[in-house]
């Protein structure tokens, strides 16, 4: 929902130290375009606090990177789906999997 991106960025900013700014299911519109969208809906503060990367997995990566022992990441918006879809393609893509072999790689 088109209406909902701004304030759902602006919300996420309010309640954490860092934000990453990611795609979900773009579909058949531009990540880049969704990003955007969710960035005009930012105070000045908050602007000051996120980053937008429109590569999902590379945003989990940067997640896991910037995360201290006693953060938390939250990774919101696919839930139970095993795919992302763009430009009408379903792509395999499964976060909690993106995120054990990024924490994986870490403990190497």
């Known amino acids: ?10 919300t996420a900013c309010d309640l954490s130290d860092r934000v990453i700014l990611t ?19 930012l105070s000045s503060s908050a602007r ?25 990441i939250l990774v919101a918006g696919k839930g139970h789906e095993k795919y992302q879809d763009i430009k009408g393609v379903k792509h395999p893509f499964d976060d909690k999997q993106v995120l054990l072999e990024m924490f994986a790689a870490l403990n190497k």
């Open 48 to 72: 000051r606090k996120y980053i937008s990367i429109t590569d999902r997995k590379e945003a989990i990566r940067m997640a896991v990177s910037y995360a201290g022992p006693e953060d938390i």
């Open 23 to 41: 795609s979900d299911n773009p579909r058949t519109e531009e990540p880049e375009t969704i990003l955007k969208d969710m960035e005009a809906g």
């Open 1 to 10: 929902d088109k209406t909902k991106r701004p304030v759902m960025a602006q």
